[in-house]
């Protein structure tokens, strides 16, 4: 039995479907929120239904963590609240690897997240890094390499 979560992301995948039947041939896509917090997950999810947020930032530690493979530009994914309801789908635009010291304002921006500044960015990231390292036993480091993810918006609710 599906639970009311994952009927969202179908229900909304099926709606992009009907609108765009050359992607009828497509699996469904994966489905995540961002962040590791209500709060900032469902800002974040708005933030892509409003076609603000058009990047994201995880660790290729995070990647090599959980033995998941990169995205490639032109994949699919649902973005959902904290709770796993389906907000919208992005669709990856252009990949590039970063050290976190190296990453742009212009980044910053595209992540569209607080202020948009690259000094908010780096303040509220190196905390999210060290967080979700810390369990492992992992350290951050300002040399770590950063999945930097552009993507747009190409379907909401």
């Known amino acids: 039995m599906m639970d009311e979560q994952n009927k969202t992301v179908v229900t909304l995948w099926n709606a992009f479907v009907a609108q765009h039947p050359s992607y009828a041939h497509l699996p469904l896509p994966p489905h995540f929120y961002f962040c590791d917090n209500e709060a900032d997950a469902n800002t974040c999810a708005e933030l892509v239904v409003k076609g603000i947020k058009q990047a994201t930032a995880p660790s290729l530690w995070w990647y090599e963590q959980h033995k998941e493979p990169l995205p490639a530009v032109g994949d699919l994914f649902v973005v ?9 789908i992005i669709e990856i635009t252009k ?3 970063l050290a976190f010291n190296k990453i742009t304002a212009a980044f910053a921006l ?15 990231h190196k905390a999210y890094y060290t967080r979700e390292m810390e369990p492992t036993g992992a350290c ?3 040399n770590m390499l950063i999945s930097c993810e552009y993507f747009k918006t190409v379907f909401t609710h």
Do not use: C, H, I, P
């Open 80 to 88: 959902t609240d904290w709770n796993g309801t389906a907000k919208a």
């Open 95 to 97: 990949l590039e690897q």
């Open 110 to 124: 595209a992540e569209g997240e607080g202020d948009k500044s690259l000094a908010y960015w780096q303040r509220v």
């Open 140 to 142: 951050f480091d300002e």
